[in-house]
């Protein structure tokens, strides 16, 4: 990838330069080559401006790839800068209710949490959904998964009465498209019987800790590490 980049050249081919930058910067990261992924990420952001100008789906994607990037360099401010860079552009280019935001929000909540900012993290989480809820095919396994992220950063902030309606929505919801015994099923259970615990139910904990277990025996056999 890096030679085809020096052979298109990014001032004959911005287009495809931009997402060769955005690729080697993936690459570069999962190599742990971190300053040589953020070179790659800042070139693809420069070539993306070059061909689109300020704003462009493109950039907030590259934008959103920057902030990846920070999180793993612990560059919290900067992450969260960039998260919030790319959302408020998709808002700017697709306006404050388009379906394509969710993603975005996701990204940016999980940012918040990342950095333990949980009310600003459920407070975004909470966008997500309701732009989910309201796109045309609204019961997905996006839903779900918010669901549960959103029940999961409200039990740990302690807020209880609103985790418990959000896992009980996201269990319906994976086993209706995964099957009962599927591992997210058992991880929304663990959830819930932890929430039980955090509340002092501990009848209620351990009825849903033995059934996660049983579940997990079921799909993957007794023997299983997990």
Sequence with gaps: AQAAVERLGRERFPDITAD????????RLQQGRLEEAEHEGLQALEASRGKDGQDSLRAARI?????KLRMVQRRDQEMLAFHLQALEML????????????????????????VGRNDEAIETWRKA????????????????????????????????????????????????????????????????????????QHDKTIALTTEALERIQRSMGPQTPR
Excluded: C, K
Aim: no cysteine; proline share 6%; net charge negative.
């Design 63 to 67: 934008l959103h790839q920057l902030g």
């Design 91 to 114: 808002q700017r280019l697709l306006g404050p209710d388009h379906p394509s935001l969710v993603l975005s929000y996701t990204r940016l909540g999980s940012a918040y949490h990342g």
């Design 129 to 200: 959904l309701a732009l989910q809820e309201a796109s045309p095919v609204p019961e997905t396994t996006i839903l779900a998964n918010l669901l549960l992220q959103l029940g999961m950063v409200s039990r740990v902030a302690g807020r209880m009465e609103e985790a418990r309606p959000l896992l009980e929505r996201a269990r319906a919801l994976y086993e209706r498209a995964r099957g009962p015994d599927n591992f997210l099923v058992v991880e929304v259970i663990v959830e819930q019987a932890m929430l039980y615990g955090d509340q002092g």
């Design 20 to 27: 060769l930058h955005v690729y080697l910067s993936s690459l």
